[in-house]
T-cell receptor, first 117, second 113 residues
């Protein structure tokens, strides 16, 4: 079974530029998460989708970040314009969803390492 | 407020020894899940093991076991017979009723040959 796919793996941009990240979850997984992980910290949830609907985007800086999950499968996260403090690893995770902890185990992609200069 | 605390920023362990990584949590919810993830230097977050708050027996997955002490609100990860490939960051996380994870700050484990 294929895991969560993310691209690109690395991205270097200058501040005020825009950038987009792509995520393809595990086949059949209804829930998709985007996280921001700053070096030396645990991940911070940015947005959670259930199929193609947003469950929680309370920590997404909506003035510069946007995310969509068209057709309830793959998803893109965009930053426009980027700031220096956006330098981080952006992780995508997916889970099957349903009742019980086992169905909600989050499986992660390899992440995208963003450097904003 | 819900919180996860990992008090060990870093640990050095000799290869083949057992390792215990500490995790304490705080929540007022009666139902929650406790999870451990491994993050090697490559960056990918790898799921290791989980335990539900109502599970009676401690969870085990191969060399990993979760020492769950509900009264003490602790969920320590035990790695038996450590290997060089176990060197990584380890994160403890708690899942709430919205199926969102609250993460600890992590413990960096280095296995010495």
């Amino acid at each position: 079974e294929a895991g969560v796919a993310q691209s690109p793996r690395y991205k270097i941009i200058e501040k005020r530029q825009s950038v987009a990240f792509w995520c393809n979850p595990i086949s059949g997984h209804a829930t998709l998460y985007w996280y921001q992980q700053i070096l030396g910290q645990g991940p911070k949830l940015l947005i959670q989708f259930q199929n193609n609907g947003v469950v929680d985007d309370s920590q997404l800086p909506k003035d510069r970040f946007s995310a969509e999950r068209l057709k309830g499968v793959d998803s893109t996260l965009k930053i426009q314009p980027a700031k220096l403090e956006d330098s981080a690893v952006y992780l995508c995770a997916s889970s099957l969803a349903g009742g019980g902890w086992a169905k909600n185990i989050q499986y992660f992609g390899a992440g995208t390492r963003l450097s904003v200069l | 407020a819900q919180k996860i605390t990992q008090t060990q920023p870093g640990m050095f362990v000799q290869e083949k020894e057992a390792v215990t990584l500490d995790c304490t949590y705080d929540t007022s919810d009666p139902s929650y899940g406790l999870f451990w993830y491994k993050q090697p230097s490559s960056g990918e977050m790898i799921f290791l093991i989980y335990q539900g708050s109502y599970d009676q027996q401690n969870a085990t997955e191969g060399r990993y076991s979760l020492n769950f002490q509900k009264a003490r609100k602790s969920a320590n990860l035990v790695i038996s017979a450590s290997q060089l490939g176990d060197s990584a960051m380890y994160f403890c996380a708690m899942m709430d009723s919205n199926y969102q994870l609250i993460w600890g700050a992590g413990t960096k484990l280095i296995i010495k040959p």
